[in-house]
C-alpha cells in the first residue's frame, strides 16, 4: 500500500512561482521512478517531469523544459515539482504518481492539486 499526497496548487498570475509537493507514505528511493502528471479540461493526461532513482536522472516534457525541476528530499519522503514562469497553458490538474519497477507502469497515484494560471 502507497499512499501519495500532493500539495502546493493555487491561482497564480503568468510568469509566477509555484512549488508543488507529494509526501509519499514510505521511502522515494524505493520506487523505480516517481513522477508528475497533468491532465488539462477537454486534454489527455500526459507526462509533465520524472526522476529515475537507480541512476538519478530527470526527464521532461518539451513544453515544461528549462522552466520546471523535479526534485526529492528522501528524508522527508517527498518530491517536489518547482514550476517557474507558469504560462496559462499550464492550467491543469497535477498528479504525483510512482512507478514501482521499470517493468511496470505508474501504479500508485495521488488525488491531484489544482493549478490555475491567468494572465
Known amino acids: 500500500q502507497v499512499q501519495l499526497v500532493e500539495s502546493g496548487g493555487g491561482l497564480v498570475q503568468a510568469g509566477d512561482s509555484l512549488r508543488l509537493s507529494c509526501t509519499c507514505s514510505?521511502?522515494?528511493?524505493?520506487?523505480?521512478?516517481m513522477g508528475w502528471f497533468r491532465q488539462a479540461p477537454g486534454k489527455e493526461r500526459d507526462v509533465v517531469a520524472t526522476?529515475?532513482?537507480?541512476?538519478?536522472?530527470?526527464y521532461y516534457a518539451d513544453s515544461v523544459k528549462g522552466r520546471f525541476t523535479i526534485s526529492a528530499d528522501n528524508a522527508k519522503n517527498t518530491v517536489y515539482l518547482q514550476m517557474n514562469s507558469l504560462k496559462p497553458e499550464d492550467t491543469a490538474l497535477y498528479y504525483c504518481?510512482?512507478?514501482?519497477?521499470?517493468?511496470?507502469?505508474?501504479?500508485?497515484w495521488g488525488q491531484g492539486t489544482q493549478v490555475t494560471v491567468s494572465s
Open positions: 504518481a510512482s512507478r514501482s519497477t521499470r517493468w511496470s507502469r505508474y501504479d500508485y
Open positions: 526522476i529515475t532513482w537507480s541512476d538519478d536522472t530527470a
Open positions: 514510505r521511502q522515494t528511493f524505493s520506487h523505480y521512478a
